[in-house]
């Protein structure tokens, strides 16, 4: 059984930093990709940032300068550093991340809530 799990969610100011953290545990062979979406009540999931095993990273526009991946390979999880927040980035931060056990499949954690106060 593989679970994601999040933290480092909570309420900031305007310009203030957060830093949240997604483990992965459970009977892992590897995890090839991992990933940040944010969702706000009655819009799409959006990617916010992504990065590969090796280390290849992917932000969205609206996060670049201000948002860092990162990811620890030998525990199994990612990062991502907040600086600069604004009240737009309010919103549940979810970790998503294709893991191989058996199989390769795409799990889900179950988020943590960004309130940026303006």
């Known amino acids: 059984q593989v679970q994601l799990v999040e933290s480092g969610g909570g309420l900031v100011q305007t310009g203030g930093s957060l830093r949240l953290s997604c483990a992965a545990s459970?009977?892992?062979?590897?995890?090839?990709?991992m990933a940040w979406y944010r969702q706000v009540p009655g819009k799409q999931r959006d990617l916010v940032a992504s990065?590969?095993?090796?280390?290849?990273?992917v932000y969205a526009d609206s996060v670049k300068g201000r948002f860092t991946i990162s990811r620890d390979n030998a525990k199994n999880t990612v990062y991502l550093q907040m600086n600069s927040l604004k009240p737009e980035d309010t919103a549940l931060y979810c970790c998503n991340a294709l893991i191989a056990t058996f199989t390769s499949k795409n799990y889900w954690g179950q988020g943590t809530q960004v309130t940026v106060s303006s």
């Open positions: 990065i590969t095993s090796g280390g290849t990273t």
């Open positions: 459970g009977s892992i062979r590897g995890i090839n990709y």
